[in-house]
């Protein structure tokens, strides 16, 4: 069954770093998104990309947050200067139309 | 301004019963609401989704209920399996892709 697949599962950066999470959304997918959840909060709404560029985003998708699909297959979400507080796991989804949306496995990002 | 609430932290039901997981919303703008089971350090499993011009939509033995006059949607699950226990979240999405989680309620189903 086609899934979404995220990497890295896990990693660990400076405070002030650049971190790229990298998402394959599945193949005839449209519709991209990005989702956080801080340890023992909810699952929270980042942003939606259709057709090339942002369709919606949330207030905690500020200045330091990018997202890109360079090459038609991968979507990427680009954290400029990583804060303690962007310690979280980052879901990918996607969904081709309609209402249905496949989240990814999370890629875990821990801030020190 | 909390626009989905899942009320009950928690629910515990015996094997093969009905569970029934709630969920409530404040925004009528709402166009389509999506049901999710996760187990930590996972990532969400799409369940079941109802759009907001509908009243109930059925999958094996998920249902969907959505009440648009009370902004109320539930979840009712028959018969319950242990292997249903899991964290389950209800999400509220609009059409540009936005949305908004509820906080959760974890099913414990006892064999």
Redesign the interface.
């Known amino acids: 069954e086609p899934e979404?697949t995220q990497t890295p599962s896990h990693q660990v950066t400076q405070m002030g770093q650049e971190v790229i999470l990298r998402c394959v959304p599945i193949s005839n997918h449209l519709?991209f998104?990005w989702y956080r959840q801080i340890l023992g909060q909810?699952?929270?709404?980042l942003v939606?990309f259709?057709n090339n560029e942002i369709?919606?985003k949330?207030e905690i998708f500020d200045d330091q947050f990018s997202v890109e699909r360079p090459d038609g297959s991968n979507f990427t979400l680009k954290i400029r200067s990583t804060k303690l507080e962007d310690s979280a796991?980052y879901?990918c989804a996607s969904k081709r139309g309609?209402?249905?949306?496949?989240?990814?496995?999370?890629s875990?990002l821990t801030v020190v | 301004d909390q626009q989905v609430k899942q009320n009950s932290p928690s629910l515990s039901v015996q094997e093969g019963r009905i569970s029934i997981l709630n969920c409530d919303y404040t925004n009528s703008m709402f166009d389509y609401f999506l049901w999710y089971k996760k187990y930590p350090a996972e990532g969400p499993t799409f369940l079941i989704s109802i759009s907001s011009i509908k009243d109930k939509n059925e999958d094996g033995r998920f249902t969907v209920f959505l009440n648009k006059s009370a902004k109320h949607l539930s979840l009712h699950i028959v018969p319950s399996q242990p292997g249903d226990s899991a964290v389950y979240f209800c999400a509220a999405f609009i059409r540009s892709g936005k949305s908004t989680f509820g906080d959760g309620t974890t099913l414990t189903v006892k064999p």
């Open positions: 979404v519709y998104y909810k699952v929270e709404f939606s259709y369709s919606e949330s796991m879901f309609g209402n249905t949306i496949y989240f990814g496995e999370g875990w």
